[in-house]
């Protein structure tokens, strides 16, 4: 992508991400569209008048060079000469993706606005598809989904293992997980997941190690209804704006014995309204959406 014109003095706040997850990603994660976004708009500020810092904080911190002691003092010192250079009396933002937030020590008064699950406001973890690949996948209506309830991924946090205790093996719920993470997805798992979630009801969407999951969102294009599950915090975006319920299923992870009879008590009827919902409101998890959100707070395309 094109180097921000206001810009931190150091390449490496700009490096584009060595590999590609999820693997249905096609175009930008959300903190390069974010900054391209500002960039052609003429944007600098966010809807509270603070400053963006404009770094693409996600694709340099999986980086493994960034682990160099070296790199990361010089970045600090370019982040601190930039925040010199752009006093703000109202303080600064960032939007990040990573998991774990920003590994740089950032200015006082600075918001974060997170999709991971570390910072001050919630964002929902989405990235650019401009293949659609998950939207444009056929769907199978209510009786075709011989599925109750599935999940096809990775063992990344407690939660997801005390999701496949409590679920795993019970009629009607395929839950499945491994426990190696890895960047790389293998077409057979992008496949299985597909089908899977297609063929399925309901699908989990569990926490992982952030406590987010692009999942939830995939779940949704594919058209099946997605269970979140948490524990310390229900990170869901724009809570003020939708209603997840109507849509989704939120569930603390001590609820899961109780999941069963909840899926079993929505009928057909009860499972199209929930679909019909999401397509009501599905611009929201836009990327667009997102960029007039922080920058303008608008909200009246809902």
């Not at 500002?38 to 999986?62: C, S």
């Not at 594919?222 to 319920?245: F, H």
């Amino acid at each position: 992508m094109n180097k921000p014109q206001n810009r931190i003095k150091h390449d490496t706040f700009y490096m584009e991400c060595d590999f590609t997850y999820p693997p249905f990603k096609n175009g930008k994660y959300m903190e390069e569209y974010f900054m391209e976004y500002m960039q052609e708009n003429n944007l600098i500020k966010d809807k509270y008048g603070r400053h963006y810092i404009p770094a693409l904080w996600t694709n340099f911190q999986v980086n493994r060079g960034f682990n160099n002691p070296k790199l990361r003092y010089d970045m600090q010192m370019a982040l601190g000469s930039y925040v010199r250079v752009n006093p703000s009396p109202n303080g600064y933002f960032i939007v990040v993706q990573h998991d774990d937030g920003c590994f740089l020590q950032l200015p006082p008064n600075t918001l974060i606005y997170s999709g991971g699950g570390t910072g001050n406001i919630m964002l929902p973890l989405i990235y650019q598809d401009i293949k659609q690949t998950l939207i444009r996948t056929p769907r199978l209506k209510f009786q075709e989904k011989n599925i109750l309830c599935s999940f096809v991924g990775n063992d990344t946090h407690f939660v997801r293992t005390k999701m496949t205790e409590i679920l795993g093996g019970r009629p009607g719920f395929q839950v499945g997980t491994k426990k190696e993470w890895t960047t790389h997805v293998p077409q057979e798992k992008q496949t299985d997941f597909v089908e899977t979630t297609r063929r399925s009801r309901f699908a989990l969407a569990p926490r992982g190690y952030g406590r987010s999951s692009f999942r939830f969102y995939e779940v949704l294009e594919l058209g099946t209804v997605p269970i979140y599950v948490w524990d310390d915090m229900e990170w869901l975006a724009y809570k003020e704006v939708v209603d997840y319920s109507k849509f989704s299923i939120s569930i603390h992870v001590s609820q899961l014995a109780g999941l069963e009879a909840r899926l079993l008590a929505i009928d057909e009827n009860a499972y199209g309204e929930m679909l019909s919902e999401y397509e009501k409101i599905k611009s929201v998890f836009g990327l667009d959406f997102m960029c007039r959100y922080i920058t303008s707070g608008s909200i009246g395309c809902v």
